[in-house]
């Protein structure tokens, strides 16, 4: 059995749900594996789903099977349920060494445990991050996907989505210079925040353009999932976004860089105003890369070979 131990997380959160869809896929496939969250009857609800749950209470590990932990678990985590064997789901590797003392006087990490047997990860970058960090611990990468039945583009509005949960600070920055400019003129702002998946793929379904506020991600499904619904994608590429936030059908920034930021979303304000047909055909590229590299199907398959290593 494959217990994935996932945290009681009411907001939407995409790392969670591919949490459960690594469950649901590994149960398609042959390999038994449920969540275990810790509140009896809890649910993420905020997306479709029908995958198997077990509360904590009721969930005893043997030798057996193995445990799926958060790369947040902390430096410790290896300490519970000693020789049971052990898998870190490293879905953000810049989140790898949150709550590490900076000088500790036994430094202690999970990634250098005999219990823990493989690390999966879900972008290249984390991949070559954990891979520098942890030389003799065998790294695993999981192209993930994008959903075409939700993510698709529909008729568009004068629209900017973004995904304001994170660095809002950074969002208003670039908001008001381009208000204060008067290039928002005739653009409406649409905020996605605690919103159900399907709410949110539906405002960047109608919407022109998305802004990217990501600033330091393992993947960054955001900006993907508005690539595949047809928005011009502007803005942070949140270094794991890099290998599909690509110039030739976006415009990738630098994080903090607020100025390039604002400069580059004028210009390609300016630009749907008075001729959007480029535009357009960049967000046609972008859409067709990411059907092609993120689809429901690779992401099943990498999962499938994943386990097939770790279970040998």
Partial sequence: MIYFYCPDFVPPSGGIQKMYLQVDVLNRNGFPAAIVHTQA???????????RILYGENVRPGANDFVVVPEVAGPYMARNGPGIRKVIYNQNCYNTFRNY????????????????????????????????????QLVLRIRGSVDPVLFHPETKQRQIAFMSRRHHEEAGQVFNILRFRGALADF???????????????????????????????FGLPPAEAMLSGCVTIGFHGRGGKEFFLPEFSYPIEFGDILGFAQAAEAVLNQYRHDPAPLLKQTEMAARYIAEHYSNAIEE???????RQIAG
């Fill in 101 to 136: 003392p900076i000088d500790p006087p036994e430094p202690e990490t999970p990634y250098h445990s005999p219990d823990v047997v493989a690390v999966i990860t879900v972008s290249e970058d984390s991949a070559a991050y954990l891979r520098h960090a942890f030389p003799n």
């Fill in 301 to 307: 398959a990498g999962i499938v070979e994943c386990w």
């Fill in 41 to 51: 009857g809890f649910r993420c609800n905020w997306f479709n789903n029908q995958t």
């Fill in 188 to 218: 409406k702002i649409a905020e996605i925040r605690d919103l159900s998946q399907g709410q949110a793929a539906a405002i960047l379904r109608q919407s022109a353009i998305f802004f990217s506020f990501s600033a330091i991600e393992g």
